[in-house]
């Protein structure tokens, strides 16, 4: 188990960053790196906000980071974000395995607020990490977030949900491992769609899988090869306040239903 705090600091004038830089140069970053139980501590510095740093700090337990809440360095930090006259806003998760995918759930309303370029990389890691057959890595992904591909995306499928950001996982037929007529390229994009998808649950960014789309207008209006197939689109970002979360979420058929022993 660990927990993960996301903290966004935001200032004026670059005012962040000269925080960040000077909680480094203190050595302060150092400190807490040193720290019982902690086990990581990284300022991120967003490309499309030069307003805001992203500090994602990572802790054994809840017991760690009690510990550091109590630290005299606490103090240290409070007074440098007076100096540079920061907002900061914080995110916490638990990202044992466990309640990753208990917690996984389809959203259909998402806010419009972006997910920041930071978390798209760790979700894109997560699906070039995938297993792949004869490790081929057939995978083609596609990111929409400019105006024009969501555009696109809504002329080829009703189920965006406002989302703003979403990723079209291909699969190319001639890369897949093929044998006798059968290819692996579905199985393939569908182990890295999960990957990522449980990736974006993992650091908080709500997401669903749709197969609700079509194929071949999505292929000519995002100009596809004839060898790269669309296999699904996992729409990504943070669900909207009055979301009410997905009925069927917790209806699940009894092992018994699902599985046999042989
Ligand atoms: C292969 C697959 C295709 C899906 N296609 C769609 C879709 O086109 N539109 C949609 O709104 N939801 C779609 N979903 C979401 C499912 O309805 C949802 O995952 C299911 O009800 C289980 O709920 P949960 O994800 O909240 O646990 C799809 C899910 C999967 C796995």
Known sequence: MSLIINIYYTGKNKSAIEFAKEM????????????????????????????????????????????????????????????????????????DFETVIRKRTATRKFKEEKIDREKLNKILEAGRIAPTAKNLQPQKIYV???????????????????????????????????????????????????????????IGVDNIWIKMFDKNKLKEEFKLGENIEPICLIPLGYKAEDYQGNPLHNVRKDLEETVTFL
């Open 24 to 95: 480094i140069s203190s050595g302060l970053v150092d400190q807490i790196r040193n720290e019982k139980g902690n086990k990581r501590y990284e300022y991120f510095f967003p490309e499309q906000d030069p307003e805001t740093v992203l500090l994602i700090d990572e802790w054994e337990n809840e017991e760690a980071l009690d510990l550091h809440h109590k630290s005299s360095m606490m103090a240290e930090i409070a007074e440098l974000r007076k100096k540079y006259n920061l907002k900061m806003r914080v995110e916490r998760y638990t990202n």
């Open 144 to 202: 929409a977030s400019s105006k024009e591909a969501l555009e696109k995306i809504d002329k080829v499928s009703p189920c965006r949900y406002n989302a703003p950001t979403v990723l079209i996982v291909c699969s190319d037929k001639e890369i897949a491992w093929e044998k006798e007529g059968e290819s692996t390229y579905e199985m393939d994009a569908t182990i890295v769609a999960t990957h990522m998808m449980l990736e974006a649950t993992n």
